[in-house]
């Protein structure tokens, strides 16, 4: 699995929203207009499955922003993220 961190970088809540579900749209979005194009649509289907379920995690941290209000801003650590509190 590919992840990548900014470790000692702090970003408000909104901006680490941005940043968990960019690789979400972005590169499914980039599988699925490859693979179709390449003719090969189970393949697209596959591909943007299995990089859907890579997302998850990511999917609980925004999931975890927007229901805790007094999150303000977030750390991309190595092993996971921190969040602050006001």
Same mark, same amino acid.
């Given at each position: 699995?590919?992840?990548? @961190?900014?470790?000692? &970088?702090?970003?408000?809540?909104?901006?680490?929203? #941005?940043? @968990? =579900?960019?690789? %979400?749209? &972005? #590169? %499914?979005?980039?599988?699925? =207009? !490859?693979?179709?194009?390449? !003719?090969?649509? =189970?393949?697209?289907? #596959?591909?943007? !499955? =299995?990089?859907?379920?890579? @997302?998850?995690?990511?999917?609980?941290?925004?999931? %975890?922003?927007?229901?805790?209000?007094?999150?303000?801003?977030?750390?991309? %650590?190595?092993? !996971? &993220? *921190?969040?602050?509190? *006001?």
């Amino acid at each position: 699995m590919i992840y990548a @961190c900014a470790e000692g &970088v702090v970003y408000s809540r909104r901006r680490y929203m #941005l940043i @968990c =579900l960019a690789p %979400t749209v &972005v #590169l %499914t979005a980039a599988f699925a =207009l !490859g693979f179709a194009c390449s !003719g090969y649509p =189970l393949l697209c289907y #596959l591909a943007a !499955g =299995l990089h859907l379920s890579g @997302c998850v995690g990511d999917w609980y941290y925004v999931r %975890t922003i927007l229901r805790d209000r007094r999150i303000v801003a977030c750390e991309d %650590t190595s092993f !996971g &993220v *921190r969040f602050f509190a *006001r």
